[in-house]
């Protein structure tokens, strides 16, 4: 009887490992699937931010089903834990060396309705010797702030469209800016400008700030479409440099459209891998990664996150080396 008893418990201890681990390869394969993904749905767009989380449960199945000898499904789980890791390993290997011309530092960053602490702001740009600084959420509240702390002291240059609570943005830049745009259509403001960058020419600099999905992922969707679309009209023999809060994630198939032409992301070029930036206001650490620095005509040698207490988001700093210049 005993002999019998323990049998049925190992039976059902196999049962329910089995289980838990084809349903750990489940959610794997859907968070694969999630990055593929090209719906504007607002389940499948929310779901593909915690994308690379879902791949994770791939590698438990994998492991579930090799203790228990189940050959075709640990097949299965390891098939969908090669796809995991083919997606996600170029964030890890980043690309080999280039440029050769001027070096600038890059900072992009989100300040909440302007409630960042601008001394914060300013100290950063200062320590890190920033030469252009894109901001999302810029009030003209924090443009004066800015200004008291002696922001346009270090960056002379700006074109800033602030506004009352989320949908003001910014450029400042410590070399002259020329044929300044902001672009219609839009539910908060996008704007570019010209750098005129000693050594190293023009260069196009954009600041973005499309809505984020929760608001509606179908507008999401559009906005980023029609911002790839900017990005595509740029002169092809200028670099360029995006700082934006997409409101997107590298499992985000829009976002990821925006790389199929000249554009990197800095992060995936140096390396960097999961580089979260939200949410930062709340006890959990920040979990995934929505603010991003783009770079065309160039190569970041590095690129981190940085604190700013009053926000919800961690800003990016990348340092680019961009090409050398024809002669």
Same mark, same amino acid.
């Given at each position: 009887? #005993?002999?019998?008893?323990?049998?049925?418990?190992?039976?059902?201890?196999?049962?329910?490992?089995?289980?838990?681990?084809? +349903?750990?390869?489940?959610?794997?394969?859907?968070?694969?699937?999630?990055? %593929?993904?090209?719906?504007?749905?607002?389940?499948?767009? +929310?779901?593909?931010?915690?994308?690379?989380?879902?791949?994770? =449960?791939?590698? +438990?199945?994998?492991?579930?089903?090799?203790?228990?000898?189940?050959? +075709?499904?640990?097949?299965?789980?390891?098939?969908?834990?090669?796809?995991?890791?083919?997606?996600?390993?170029?964030?890890?290997?980043?690309?080999?060396?280039?440029?050769?011309?001027?070096?600038?530092?890059?900072?992009?960053?989100?300040?909440?309705?302007?409630?960042?602490?601008?001394?914060?702001?300013?100290?950063?740009?200062?320590?890190?010797?920033?030469?252009?600084?894109?901001?999302?959420?810029?009030?003209?509240?924090?443009?004066?702030?800015?200004? *008291?702390?002696?922001?346009? &002291?270090?960056?002379?240059?700006?074109?800033?469209?602030?506004?009352? =609570?989320?949908?003001?943005?910014?450029?400042?830049?410590?070399?002259?800016?020329?044929?300044?745009?902001?672009?219609?259509?839009?539910?908060?403001?996008?704007?570019?400008?010209?750098?005129?960058?000693?050594?190293?020419?023009?260069?196009?600099?954009?600041?973005?700030?499309?809505?984020?999905?929760?608001?509606?992922?179908?507008?999401?969707?559009?906005?980023?479409?029609?911002?790839?679309?900017?990005?595509?009209?740029?002169?092809?023999?200028?670099?360029?440099?995006?700082?934006?809060?997409?409101?997107?994630?590298?499992?985000?198939?829009?976002? *990821?459209?925006?790389?199929? =032409? #000249?554009?990197?992301?800095?992060?995936?070029?140096?390396?960097?891998?999961?580089?979260?930036? %939200?949410?930062?206001?709340? #006890?959990?650490?920040?979990?995934?990664?929505?603010?991003?620095?783009?770079?065309? =005509?160039? *190569?970041?040698?590095?690129?981190?996150?940085?604190?700013?207490?009053?926000?919800?988001? *961690?800003?990016?700093?990348?340092?680019?080396?961009?090409? &050398?210049?024809?002669?």
């Amino acid at each position: 009887m #005993r002999a019998l008893l323990s049998g049925v418990m190992v039976t059902a201890f196999r049962w329910a490992a089995a289980v838990v681990a084809g +349903l750990a390869t489940l959610v794997g394969a859907v968070g694969v699937g999630l990055h %593929y993904s090209t719906s504007s749905a607002r389940l499948p767009v +929310l779901a593909a931010s915690a994308a690379s989380y879902m791949m994770i =449960g791939s590698v +438990l199945g994998a492991v579930v089903f090799a203790l228990l000898r189940y050959r +075709l499904a640990t097949a299965v789980a390891l098939l969908t834990v090669v796809a995991a890791v083919w997606i996600q390993a170029p964030r890890y290997i980043g690309e080999s060396a280039g440029g050769g011309g001027e070096v600038l530092t890059v900072m992009q960053a989100n300040v909440l309705f302007g409630e960042a602490d601008p001394a914060t702001v300013v100290s950063e740009v200062e320590e890190r010797r920033v030469d252009l600084l894109t901001v999302s959420e810029l009030t003209p509240e924090a443009v004066e702030a800015y200004a *008291r702390e002696g922001l346009d &002291r270090m960056l002379p240059y700006h074109f800033v469209s602030p506004e009352p =609570g989320a949908g003001g943005t910014g450029i400042w830049s410590r070399y002259p800016l020329s044929d300044e745009v902001e672009y219609d259509g839009f539910v908060m403001n996008q704007v570019s400008a010209t750098a005129a960058v000693p050594g190293g020419g023009p260069v196009a600099v954009y600041a973005f700030h499309p809505v984020p999905p929760v608001y509606d992922t179908h507008v999401w969707a559009d906005e980023l479409s029609r911002l790839q679309g900017i990005l595509e009209s740029a002169p092809p023999a200028v670099p360029v440099v995006v700082g934006a809060d997409f409101n997107a994630t590298y499992d985000h198939t829009q976002y *990821r459209a925006m790389l199929s =032409g #000249r554009l990197r992301d800095t992060a995936e070029q140096v390396g960097a891998g999961f580089l979260f930036t %939200y949410p930062t206001d709340k #006890r959990i650490p920040p979990l995934v990664g929505i603010d991003h620095i783009l770079v065309a =005509g160039g *190569r970041a040698t590095s690129v981190e996150t940085v604190t700013l207490p009053g926000s919800d988001h *961690r800003a990016v700093v990348a340092q680019i080396r961009l090409d &050398r210049p024809p002669r």
